[in-house]
């Protein structure tokens, strides 16, 4: 069973940063996509970032070139650097993992983490 563990989140205040990482219980070159969603409470979940197996990369329009997003193949990790940090970053992190298979696709969650930015 594939799964996906979240680490690094926490408080921070406004202007600071934090390193989120997502890792797979799988070799992660076996998806054709990852990503970091957020969710913020009374709101939908929303795209942060992603990245494909070809190392394509695109961002929420918030993000405003304060994120990347990364990849380690060596250590099946996703991470997400998020730098300049607002108080409406503030929400859950969730790591998302995308694959197709023959016959359709599987989607991956992890459980999420807590990041909250303080003014």
């Known amino acids: 069973q594939v799964q996906l563990v979240e680490s690094g989140g926490g408080l921070v205040q406004a202007g600071g940063s934090l390193r989120l990482s997502c890792a797979a219980s799988?070799?992660?070159?076996?998806?054709?996509?990852m990503a970091w969603y957020r969710q913020a409470p009374g709101k939908q979940r929303e795209l942060v970032a992603a990245?494909?197996?070809?190392?394509?990369?695109n961002f929420g329009d918030f993000v405003e070139g304060r994120f990347t997003i990364s990849r380690d193949n060596a250590r099946d990790t996703v991470y997400l650097q998020m730098n300049s940090l607002k108080p409406e970053d503030t929400g859950v992190y969730y790591c998302h993992a995308h694959r197709s298979v023959a016959g359709g696709t599987n989607d991956y969650w992890g459980q999420g983490t807590q990041v909250t930015v303080s003014s």
């Open positions: 990245i494909t197996s070809g190392g394509s990369r």
């Open positions: 799988i070799r992660i070159f076996s998806f054709n996509a």
